[in-house]
């Protein structure tokens, strides 16, 4: 699945560990995430979504999974 | 009482704990091997300093040592913790077969950690819901896939 939290995280000039800070999960956390190594949970994409104030599926994107299936 | 521990502490004293338990467990048996307590005591003294230090760094393994673990790590470590499970529980078996083969009468120990294991999953599956299903919708509709109630 693939998506744009760092490319959201870059556009509004925030590092990974003021993200990390603002979301409460560690900074390693973000760091797997924005690499598409680790899916958050139902409410943590949640909590990225509203923290960007995006639609979360603004935010993820399962096309990539489906057209490999 | 745990909440009153501060997060970087607890590890670290839980790993003080357990090396005073062994230690006195060395000094009760008393003998020519007492003195395996104060290596004990040097060992878990070092293990403490060891994980204090790696409780205050910003990785992966400084958060689960620091319990500050969020529900990426939480999900890593309990992976591992059944990996160790399922480790564990093949070794006993392992050990089970070969004591049984070789009639020893060292059988016990592995039946125990056979029987311990699997009430610790049984109890696993009942303390997170197995078995606790919410009965089914039986409106009309109400299933899966359906777009809209059928009346």
Not at chain 2, 6 to 13: D, F, G, I, W, Y
Not at chain 2, 80 to 108: D, E, N, P, Q, Y
């Amino acid at each position: 699945m693939r998506n744009r939290v760092r490319e959201q995280r870059r556009q509004r000039g925030l590092s990974q560990a003021e993200v990390a800070v603002a979301l409460g999960v560690s900074r390693q956390t973000v760091i797997s995430i924005e690499s598409g190594r680790y899916l958050p949970s139902l409410p943590l994409a949640f909590r990225i979504a509203r923290f960007f104030d995006l639609p979360v599926e603004k935010l993820f994107d399962p096309d990539d999974e489906e057209a490999g299936t | 009482m745990r909440n009153f521990i501060p997060p970087r502490l607890r590890r670290p004293l839980l790993v003080a704990l357990a090396g005073a338990v062994f230690a006195v467990a060395w000094v009760v048996r008393g003998g020519a091997t007492w003195w395996i307590s104060i290596l004990v005591v040097v060992v878990t003294a070092v293990r403490v300093t060891v994980v204090y230090v790696r409780a205050g760094q910003d990785t992966d393994e400084g958060a689960l040592a620091g319990s500050r673990a969020d529900e990426r790590l939480k999900l890593l470590a309990a992976q591992s913790w059944a990996v160790a499970g399922k480790v564990a529980i093949a070794a006993a078996f392992i050990g089970l077969t070969i004591a049984i083969a070789v009639r020893s009468s060292w059988l016990w120990p592995f039946a125990l950690m056979i029987g311990v294991t699997l009430l610790g999953y049984l109890f696993g599956l009942s303390n997170y819901g197995v078995g606790a299903q919410d009965p089914a919708d039986e409106q009309a509709g109400a299933e899966d896939g359906a777009p809209f109630p059928v009346s």
